[in-house]
């Protein structure tokens, strides 16, 4: 049974910074053709794709609004995928999901892939930035 579990939301002033972590049960990542993926969604907003990692090779994808500030990172060691968000904004403010599926998709795909290319989802965590 897959599972994700994310960690490491909170509060913080604009210009900090938080590391969400994503816990993956159920698979062993690093030997999976598995696709792993943050997203996010604001109040009264669409869900939107943040950064996405193929674990196979390490290739990351990232959104043109945290493109430079946010960094996905994986611990094969650990299988758990890591969001490194830096230089937050108050706009950066909604809860953040981690999403897989397998595939490989996001080794090549310049692009995150929409909610419905994804299978599992974690419960999400909250992150609130401040002005």
């Known amino acids: 049974q897959v599972q994700l579990v994310e960690s490491g939301g909170g509060s913080v002033q604009a210009g900090g910074s938080l590391r969400l972590s994503c816990a993956v049960s159920?698979?062993?990542?690093?030997?999976?053709?598995?696709?792993l993926a943050w997203f996010r969604q604001a109040p009264g907003k669409e869900r939107e794709g943040v950064s996405s990692i193929y674990p196979n090779s390490g290739r990351t994808y990232y959104a043109d609004s945290v493109k430079g500030r946010f960094t996905t990172s994986q611990d094969n060691a650990k299988n758990t995928v890591f969001l490194e968000m830096n230089s937050l904004k108050p706009e950066d403010t909604a809860m953040y999901y981690c999403?897989?599926?397998?595939?490989?998709?996001?080794?090549?795909?310049?692009?995150?892939?929409?909610?419905?290319?994804?299978?599992?989802w974690g419960q999400g965590t909250q992150v609130t930035v401040s002005s």
């Open positions: 999403a897989a599926t397998f595939g490989s998709f996001c080794s090549w795909r310049s692009y995150v892939g929409r909610t419905a290319d994804y299978t599992y």
């Open positions: 159920g698979f062993t990542f690093r030997y999976s053709t598995v696709c």
